[in-house]
């Protein structure tokens, strides 16, 4: 998780002992709130500045009205980042829910081999995504890896040299990255349905894959709003894996958008339309985070009605 | 209740022991689907484990010509000392540096500001709260280049100080929203009776609420920690000299320096990663908790 957090659990923090001593201890947030106005504050709105100045990284700024926008909307490249980032968010949703799902209901069992498998599961969740991507990198390579080694043809295929392939490839090795993650994030949801709702179902002649769709998902509502929520953003702000894993390319097959801001801003020195990436980033960003929380609103509506 | 219709009165004792009571065999039909999908998934995670462990240890020569799945002919340690050769003591050390440089005074800032939040009053403290949890949403690809504007600007380029600064400004969102919540559960005639003993607000956050706090703030540490250890963008745009590396950014230039001595490639693989390994071993449900905090329930 590149530093990004799920805003859909924010609290709705109530301050507990209403203060005799008001503010009188605002000083103790002094640190905290220094270095974080000066390093995350202060840099969301420099980069919406940036984005209307030229800079090339090095000398001068000199403000530029629109046209790092200008440049950056007229640009097919920035649809076609849209897009690959879009194909990105589909498609590891759609293979890591379902899987995180199952392993993560399979792993909340008690029983001790459960636990055994679970310990091995979560490995790839202390890997850097530099050490799984150079892993990737030499098991897929054509000439020297997996395919070569075994003699089968169809694996030896050039992985990361064709753009379908390397976009099903970073599917892939993002969803081995975090599908640990997830599991363990359902894994906490199932233990907390209670057993009784089993147990009836079970009185009632219910078969497991009944009880999956009947109990287990629509009790792991939130689980899955959050869960969706972190792939999303998680996807949506991908770098270090792709960068090692493909570097956008072949071509701009893989090029996302958070690779087209790295790419333009500190390898084509062009800070400013960079920086209108990264001002569309963010609105696509907050644009999704605030769905999920209209979706958790809503699945809070209908479990309302439904008690 | 359900339970001891199902099992019959004379095995209503066993209700109350988890492990084989009536309670596990009311679920013990096996879970097929969990199963197969667990096992399959079981077997992607460790093949390329496996892998990078046996491939490590072969000689390049041997590489080339044995089966990729077969363990070593003549192992060898050759592949760690190059690697350990091409300097990764120093990228290790800038790691260390930068982990806890970053990590302990993010998680003692945000213990001070999540103490005043809960305990202070007032409405400048909630919505500093406010400000804070909205650094949630800011993805850290978003502000880099800013940062990097910043960082060249306080003359601090190409410096670990450089990493450090934002990777504790990252930090510092989810380390309050959890020790928020942590903190709002000790019971407040615990602070009533120390203050009616004198205390100062700085001595009831060091000796009362420190000590209270501690799992959390352990479970927050490690959370950071690990972000900061494995990250990859700050320090890849705000150093440039190799030995300002950290181990993420020198994995990667090594294995553009050697790219066809897969061997060694996998060694430094290895050796990046045996450190959180040990970590894992030692304290498993530790670090899984630290990893869903604030995600949990």
């Not at chain 1, 090339?56 to 530029?64: E, F, L, Q, R, V």
């Not at chain 1, 097919?76 to 392993?103: E, K, R």
Request: charged letters at 10%; hydrophobic letters at 50%.
């Amino acid at each position: 998780m590149t530093g990004l957090a799920p805003p859909i659990v924010l609290p709705t923090a109530p301050p507990v002992s209403r203060a005799r001593r008001s503010g009188s201890l605002a000083w103790m947030t002094l640190p905290a709130l220094i270095v974080f106005i000066a390093f995350a504050v202060v840099p969301l709105g420099g980069v919406v500045l940036l984005s209307f100045t030229s800079w090339d990284g090095i000398g001068a700024i000199t403000p530029s009205g629109l046209t790092s926008w200008t440049s950056v909307l007229a640009d097919p490249g920035l649809p076609h980042a849209l897009w690959v980032t879009f194909v990105v968010i589909a498609l590891s949703w759609l293979v890591q829910t379902p899987l995180s799902i199952l392993i993560g209901v399979f792993i909340a069992g008690r029983q001790r081999y459960r636990g055994l498998f679970a310990v091995l599961f979560f490995i790839p969740l202390l890997l850097s995504s530099a050490a799984i991507s150079i892993t990737y990198k030499a098991l897929l390579d054509p000439n020297f890896g997996l395919g070569a080694g075994l003699g089968i043809p169809l694996l030896q295929q050039d992985w990361l040299g064709r753009g379908d392939l390397a976009l099903g490839v970073v599917i892939f090795v993002v969803s081995w990255q975090y599908i640990p993650f997830h599991s363990l994030i359902y894994q906490g949801g199932a233990r907390q349905i209670p057993r009784s709702m089993y147990e009836a179902a079970e009185l009632d002649g219910a078969g497991r894959v009944r009880q999956l769709f009947s109990i287990t998902l629509p009790q792991l509502k939130y689980t899955i709003i959050t869960s969706s929520t972190l792939i999303v953003i998680g996807s949506l702000t991908a770098f270090d894996l792709i960068f090692v894993l493909t570097e956008g390319g072949p071509g701009d097959a893989t090029r996302v958008l958070a690779l087209d801001m790295y790419k333009r801003g500190f390898q084509a020195n062009l800070m400013g339309p960079a920086s209108a990436i990264a001002v569309i980033l963010v609105c696509v960003g907050l644009g999704f985070s605030l769905f999920m929380r209209w979706l958790g609103g809503n699945a809070a509506k209908s479990q309302l009605e439904g008690a | 209740m359900t339970s001891t219709l199902t099992t019959g009165a004379h095995e209503s004792g066993a209700v109350r022991t988890p492990r084989r009571g009536s309670g596990g065999s009311v679920r013990s039909r096996p879970n097929w689907l969990g199963g197969l999908f667990s096992c399959l998934w079981l077997a992607i995670v460790l093949v390329p484990i496996y892998w990078i462990v046996i491939t490590s240890l072969k000689q390049q020569s041997d590489y080339f010509t044995t089966n990729p799945f077969a363990p070593p002919v003549n192992p060898t340690l050759d592949n760690y000392q190059l690697v350990i050769a091409s300097s990764f003591v120093r990228y290790f050390v800038n790691s260390v540096i930068v982990t806890v440089g970053a990590d302990v005074p993010a998680v003692l800032i945000s213990f001070m500001a999540a103490f005043a939040i809960v305990r202070g009053g007032g409405r400048l403290l909630p919505s500093l709260n406010g400000l804070f949890l909205m650094g949630l949403a800011i993805p850290q690809q978003a502000v880099v280049i800013p940062v990097y504007l910043i960082i060249i600007r306080l003359h601090m380029y190409d410096s670990l100080l450089a990493i450090i600064l934002p990777s504790i400004a990252f930090a510092i969102p989810l380390s309050i929203l959890v020790l928020t919540n942590f903190i709002r559960d000790i019971p407040g005639e615990l602070f009533e009776s120390m203050r009616l003993d004198g205390a100062s607000d700085w001595h009831m956050l060091w000796h009362l609420a420190f000590p209270l706090t501690r799992p959390a703030l352990v479970t927050v540490a490690i959370y950071n920690g690990l972000i900061i250890w494995n990250g990859f963008l700050l320090p890849l745009v705000l150093t440039q000299s190799p030995d300002r590396r950290t181990l993420p950014l020198a994995l990667w230039s090594f294995s553009g320096q050697y790219s066809i001595n897969v061997p060694a490639i996998v060694a430094s693989v290895v050796l990046t990663t045996l450190p959180i390994l040990a970590l894992y071993a030692l304290g498993r449900r530790q670090l899984l908790s630290g990893l869903t905090a604030g995600f949990g329930k």
